[in-house]
């Protein structure tokens, strides 16, 4: 590439997607409308634990409208379940884990037993969705009450059984281990040992899901609209479940708005839509509403963790034990993925010698447990900084010093970690200062003695302000792979299409701006397609923070293929030896010699088959290349985070005065972009701290049903937030990406409880579970001053 | 999430709405800004046959200067009380209130004849109604009915009104001279229900309470009236003590219930806490005022 070519990697293009999704143009799955199009309303389970006894279908069918109306007995030898494993793992991991996974496979809609409310156990298909509606009310179903297993604590030892070929309600075991775990606590001069509760919260994103499906009995084919994040996922499974070949089967997701994990995976109404478009020759809709989306969409969290912490008179941590149950509903649809991402990150940025984790993953009647941005990192990095600060609270240090103490310094970069990663390889953090980066933070708050005298001063005043900190690692950019396809036809223009899968994080800008700067063009002139299987044959999706660096790395692989054939074709006009050639400015030259050059449009003529083509002996007609890009293992990413607080002790109120992170994702391809996903992220977090929470009561019945009880942040909740980006490049890609769109949410939680706790020092403050309650709050005040009397 | 099947009439005035409610009855519901009922209609969980849809009717908007009192028609826009300056003058707790109620959007579309009607225990205007002694103006077909706000709140979600009957008009009076006032609430998140809120107004004559007026919110099944804290002001002043013996005798005189968001414990406190910051609001504003 010439030196004078503008690099578009770093800077804040504005978004392409912006225009049309400001002037409320874009194409969601609900603005889709097709002609004939049928709706369908589902019922939905409002038992925890039932057998279905009989459902009676007769008053629904005979409604005017309906078309078609089912219950699981018409699909059980129709349609197979999904399958438990969507995501798989290498064997390299199985045997540094010694997993026993056994997660269930998911019956589309159940015909013998239902496990969670919200459970599909019906279906109507109608003309409108109101008569849908209207017609599904009228389904009886004869149910037999089972005993609920209510939370993963009471699975361990309950009769019940989610799952019958499940003894214990154990879908899977996990361990893992680095060094001698049990020595070193024997030894440690000090020990902490608690329990740490992160609650059940959940995605949550603007849009619901949807699916839209249309057979084409012509060609015999299928092509399914989604909101989704994984459609070659949708395509796999829609294709298993109908028996068609994937050819056959296009998948695509329209504009999408938001997943953050919550739709990182297939459900079952993604392949019943398909279905039922096939059965019934019609194109058929079914928009979730926010009262299904949240009984039926995947929640997350809700770990249990029991810690033991070794550590010297210094701070100095020199073990770590950590045993975990996951409640992951009734299925697990990303097998058990958190439950690795939570062993493997949990000693996040510190250097300890020592750890050992047990994890079981239990069956329980709530919904399914999937990821959702952090995907088991906050729950850990909760447990790990909170232990942090009561080890300083012990002994008398400054919890940012027993940061300090602990944290792997630049110089011991790389630094194995001793445990396998999901993908299999030794983990190994590559790049990064995670000292310097808790120095910014606390710099972002005003620095940490400046905030202790602030903070003594207002406490003589009856004024309670805490520092709360947090930091965490994270790994990005995982594997198996993702695909492109770059190609360049006559119009000159730099074609790209990958498996990504955009859900509203720029997805089009940025790949626009990598795929510039790796052909040296105007970014005006790359044309990027995304989440569409019909233009990537092998694709993986957008989850896992993942897609800048594995998207990017198929685009450059693919264009690299391509980049061969243009400079031997160039090579062949220009009479020129190709190490001669440079791309510059939308052309292929000779260098320092301006007038020697051809446009890719040109070359792309050139390449044509046919009898006046312009190509050397040997090479393929077309500009065109095909990759899948198979990273060597994740890149990691890190933050450091500070936040004040004040706490009104009247009411229990927490207000959050300031908030800062402190982010490295190695190079930035878009700082505007990266700094809006961070932000997002922490805002996700700040609401699963204070006021998000997926409640159920002791029938396994769900309590919160609509956004007047499920409280999300809204704007004017969110406290002032600073974001500095670091950008250590990682030295596992040409670009030095790293992935961070989970990361700011990983952090707040225990941001926030560190801080309060740091607050009311002086009544003794302790919260290890989430979410920070008002009510909570004044209960501690009330003990604290009823011990003092 | 779609309503059950129904019908809608428009009448395009109040004689045709209240022949429409006398002949439906039980069976229709009168739509005004439709930020509670349209809600419970998706859920299905009310049903009527007939909505009788309000919007169309204009002459029950509007904010008229009656002398010693304002009045006020059921369909005016929440946001129009707002920023009416006749409100903001004479009727400030009222305004004051109106600021606090959900968000901006909620308040342009709901009005206070809707809020008032739909007597949510946890709303601002059912509390205000009972501070400030608000008369409310019912129609039928069969005439007119003036409620005192103290009869017309009888249980959550229910009202005096008559299944054929409609709240038309809304008689606030003028706040006093010497008089001041607060509206202070505490929600889970801005725009909440209030998990309690207290509406104030207090008349001082030669620095000492004359009149005092409390009522809370959020803490029971209906707003109501904190009489005991009241007389404790009227005889013991607003100094730093009585206030302290007010908001005590207002935390304990009220009857919350739990829920997910708050025990009632902690919203008993919490009626407590802001009785104090009410109070505290009025005295320092009587302060500026005077």
Redesign the interface.
């Known amino acids: 590439m010439a030196d004078t070519m503008p690099s578009y990697i770093g800077r804040s293009v504005v978004r392409r997607e912006d225009n049309r999704l400001l002037k409320g143009a874009g194409t969601f799955v609900g603005d889709m409308k097709l002609d004939g199009m049928l709706h369908v309303a589902i019922v939905r389970s409002q038992l925890a634990h039932a057998r279905i006894n009989a459902i009676d279908l007769d008053a629904a069918r005979g409604v005017d409208g309906v078309a078609l109306a089912l219950a699981g007995a018409d699909l059980k030898d129709v349609l197979p379940p999904i399958s438990g494993m969507q995501v798989t793992a290498p064997k390299t991991w199985r045997d540094g884990m010694d997993p026993r996974i056994e997660i269930p496979d998911q019956t589309l809609v159940p015909h013998d037993k239902l496990r969670y409310v919200g459970e599909p156990y019906a279906l109507v298909v109608a003309s409108d969705?109101?008569i849908a509606?209207?017609a599904a009310?009228l389904i009886e179903g004869d149910f037999e009450t089972l005993p609920p297993v209510a939370n993963a604590e009471a699975a361990v030892n309950a009769d019940a059984l989610v799952h019958d070929h499940l003894p214990g309600n154990i879908a899977a075991t996990l361990h893992a281990k680095k060094g001698d775990g049990e020595t070193a606590l024997e030894t440690a001069p000090r020990r902490l040992k608690r329990r740490y509760f992160h609650h059940r919260y959940a995605a949550m994103p603007m849009e619901c899901r949807g699916v839209v499906a249309e057979y084409d009995s012509r060609t015999d084919s299928i092509t399914v609209w989604s909101s989704t994040q994984v459609v070659h996922w949708v395509r796999r499974e829609v294709a298993n479940a109908l028996d068609m070949p994937e050819e056959r089967v296009r998948v695509v997701a329209p504009d999408v708005g938001g997943g953050f994990g919550g739709k990182g995976h297939v459900y079952p109404e993604d392949i019943l839509v398909a279905y039922l478009a096939k059965r019934l020759g019609r194109p058929v809709k079914w928009l979730e509403?926010?009262?299904?989306h949240l009984l039926n969409a995947a929640h997350s969290r809700d770990n249990l963790f029991d810690i033991e912490v070794g550590f010297d008179d210094d701070g100095k941590i020199s073990v770590v034990k950590n045993y975990f149950l996951v409640d992951s509903g009734a299925y697990s649809p990303v097998g058990a993925a958190i439950a690795g991402n939570s062993i493997a990150h949990f000693m996040g940025p510190y250097d300890i010698p020592h750890y050992e984790s047990d994890c079981k993953v239990m069956m329980t009647n709530r919904t399914p447990n999937a990821p959702y941005r952090g995907a088991g990192r906050p729950e850990v990095a909760f447990a790990m900084e909170r232990s942090i600060d009561l080890i300083a609270n012990e002994l008398e240090l400054d919890p940012a010093e027993v940061r300090f103490r602990n944290m792997i310094q630049p110089e011991q970069m790389p630094y194995a970690v001793g445990l396998p990663y999901r993908d299999g390889v030794m983990i190994e953090y590559d790049s990064g200062d995670y000292p310097e980066a808790l120095r910014k933070a606390l710099d972002g708050v005003g620095g940490l003695d400046a905030f202790r005298k602030r903070q003594k001063k207002a406490l003589a005043e009856g004024r309670y302000l805490g520092l709360g900190l947090g930091c965490y690692v994270e790994g990005t950019g995982i594997g198996p792979f993702e695909g492109a396809t770059v190609k360049i036809d006559s119009s000159g223009k730099v074609m790209v299409a990958t498996g990504a899968c955009p859900q509203g994080q720029g997805h089009e800008t940025a790949f626009a701006q990598v795929a510039a700067d790796i052909w040296g063009v105007d970014i005006d002139d790359v044309v990027v397609t995304l989440a569409d299987t019909s233009h990537v044959t092998m694709g993986y999706g957008t989850i896992a923070s993942r897609s800048a660096v594995t998207a990017s790395g198929a685009i450059q692989e693919s264009s690299d293929k391509v980049k061969e054939k243009v400079f031997a074709i160039a090579a062949n006009v220009l009479e020129a030896s190709e190490s001669d050639l440079e791309l510059r400015d939308g052309s292929v030259g000779v260098k320092g010699v301006p007038e020697m050059s051809m446009t890719l449009k040109e070359v792309a003529r050139a390449a044509l088959p046919g009898w006046i083509h312009q190509r050397p002996e040997g090479i393929e007609a077309g500009l065109e290349g095909t990759a899948y890009y198979e990273p060597p293992t994740v890149t990691w990413a890190y933050a450091a985070n500070a936040a004040i607080v004040e706490i009104d002790t009247?009411?229990g109120?927490v207000k959050i005065e300031n908030y800062v992170e402190v982010h490295d994702a190695g190079t930035l391809i878009n700082p505007a972009i990266a700094d809006g996903q961070v932000k997002g992220g922490l805002v996700q977090g700040i609401g699963g701290g204070l006021?998000e929470e997926l409640?159920y009561d002791e029938h396994g019945q769900l309590?919160?049903g609509?956004f007047m009880?499920y409280?999300l942040?809204?704007a004017?909740?969110v406290p002032p937030i600073n974001v500095i980006h670091s950008e250590t490049p990682s030295p596992r890609n040409s670009f030095g990406f790293k992935g961070l769109g989970e990361g700011g949410a990983i952090a707040p939680p225990v941001v926030i409880a560190n801080a309060v706790c740091d607050a009311l020092k002086p009544f003794g403050a302790e919260l290890n579970s989430t979410p920070v309650r008002?009510?909570d709050i004044?209960n501690i005040l009330d003990a604290g001053a009823a011990a003092a009397e | 999430?779609?309503?059950?099947?129904l019908d809608i009439l428009s009448p395009s005035s109040l004689i045709e709405a209240l022949a429409l409610l006398s002949e439906h009855g039980d069976a229709a519901r009168p739509l005004a800004g439709g930020q509670s009922l349209v809600?419970l209609l998706n859920?299905?969980l009310s049903r009527p046959e007939i909505l009788i849809d309000l919007n169309r009717i204009s002459d029950l908007a509007f904010i008229k200067d009656g002398g010693d009192h304002i009045a006020i028609g059921a369909m005016t826009r929440e946001r129009t009380i707002e920023e009416n300056e006749l409100v903001r003058d004479q009727a400030p707790l009222l305004q004051e209130a109106t600021t606090q109620i959900a968000?901006l959007p909620i308040r342009s579309r709901g009005t206070i004849g809707g809020s008032l009607a739909n007597a949510d225990p946890a709303a601002e205007y059912p509390a205000v109604a009972l501070a400030l002694e608000i008369e409310l103006v019912t129609q039928s077909v069969r005439g007119e009915r003036r409620i005192k706000a103290a009869a017309f709140f009888e249980d959550v979600l229910t009202t005096a009104l008559e299944p054929d009957e409609l709240l038309t008009e809304i008689i606030v009076p003028k706040a006093p001279p010497g008089s001041s006032s607060a509206f202070v609430e505490?929600a889970?998140?801005?725009?909440?229900f209030a998990l309690a809120g207290v509406a104030a107004q207090i008349t001082f004559a030669n620095n000492a309470p004359a009149d005092v007026c409390l009522a809370v919110c959020g803490a029971g099944s209906t707003a109501s009236r904190l009489t005991t804290a009241e007389e404790i002001i009227l005889q013991d002043g607003v100094g730093v003590e009585a206030v302290k013996a007010a908001s005590a005798a207002a935390a304990a005189s009220v009857d919350p219930m739990s829920d997910?968001?708050?025990?009632a414990d902690?919203r008993r406190?919490?009626v407590g806490?802001m009785t104090?910051r009410a109070l505290e609001k009025v005295v320092q504003r009587a302060a500026v005022t005077s």
């Open positions: 969705r109101y509606e209207d009310e509403d926010r009262h299904e009247q009411t109120v006021f409640s309590m919160t609509s009880d409280l942040p809204t004017s909740d008002a009510e004044l | 999430m779609k309503p059950p099947p809600p859920f299905r968000h505490i889970r998140r801005h725009g909440d997910l968001h708050a025990s902690y406190r919490l806490v104090t």
